[in-house]
């Protein structure tokens, strides 16, 4: 099983649309960084998407994805959801929508923001069958669990997925380590692990936080996304520990 990062930057990205580059070198292309999603593809070919970033039909192209068999949403905040337009083309040639899977507050929210894409509209189809996470264990030949995750006021899904005995974890968007948490990620062989910044946040786990996260899980491997413009890349890399990986977009990794 492979991860595939295709955004891994903060909500404004980076650079920011004025072209601010803040601390990173704009000659280091993986400081270029847009807004976050991953793709988790398993040895039979089974992609499941997590987030419809702001940037996702770009992201799509850049990584030649040109097919999907489920979408995963952690929460409702812009930067992970508003790109859902673009799976509209993942809808042609389908007899049925794509499967979509989030918490019962996000779908609420989803449905409210985005009816269109669940109900159809002006003769256009469904274009995403959304279900509330629920029970649900296993989706297109991945195991999954989950975990609701403190996001400052609100909250944020975490997942882990399992394909041919391998686990890869999604925790993005979060602000406090909780037991659940721990229990969830316990040993996972990648941890994919929300780093805005260095200092402490508000919503968002910072370095410190994150690389205790790794060490309280035992996760094997922790890849960093979701950094904002003060996050530079070779900076980063001459600091954290050789099994933590600092990501950029278009990275590949495999369990």
């Known amino acids: 099983m492979k991860v595939v990062m295709l955004g891994t930057g903060t909500s404004t990205g980076v650079p920011r649309i004025n072209g601010d580059w803040g601390d990173c070198d704009p000659n280091e292309p993986r400081n270029r960084r847009s807004r976050v999603s991953i793709l988790l593809e398993n040895k039979q070919g089974q992609r499941v998407l997590v987030?419809?970033?702001?940037d996702l039909r770009a992201q799509f192209l850049a990584n030649g994805i040109t097919s999907l068999d489920g979408v995963f949403w952690t929460h409702d905040h812009a930067d992970h959801c508003h790109g859902i337009d673009d799976l509209r083309s993942f809808r042609y040639g389908r007899s049925a929508p794509l499967p979509g899977f989030a918490s019962e507050r996000t779908c609420a929210n989803l449905r409210k923001r985005f009816s269109f894409v669940f109900?159809?509209?002006?003769?256009?189809p469904t274009i995403?069958?959304?279900q509330e996470?629920?029970?649900q264990a296993m989706h297109a030949g991945f195991g999954l669990s989950w975990v609701?995750?403190?996001h400052g006021p609100t909250y944020s899904t975490g997942f882990v997925f399992e394909s041919d005995g391998k686990t890869i974890g999604y925790a993005t968007d979060f602000s406090e380590i909780t037991d659940a948490m721990l229990d969830t990620f316990k040993g996972i062989d990648i941890l994919v692990c929300d780093c805005l910044r260095r200092e402490p946040h508000p919503?968002?786990?910072?370095?410190?936080?994150a690389l205790q996260f790794k060490q309280?899980?035992?996760a094997k491997r922790m890849i960093l996304t979701h950094m904002d413009k003060s996050m530079d890349y070779r900076s980063l890399c001459d600091e954290v520990p050789k099994d933590v990986i600092v990501g950029y977009d278009g990275l590949e990794v495999e369990a």
């Open 51 to 54: 987030d419809t970033s702001t």
């Open 128 to 130: 995403v069958s959304l």
């Open 203 to 209: 919503t968002h786990a910072h370095l410190g936080m």
């Open 119 to 124: 109900a159809g509209e002006h003769g256009y």
């Open 148 to 150: 609701e995750m403190p």
């Open 216 to 218: 309280r899980t035992k």
């Open 133 to 135: 996470l629920d029970r």
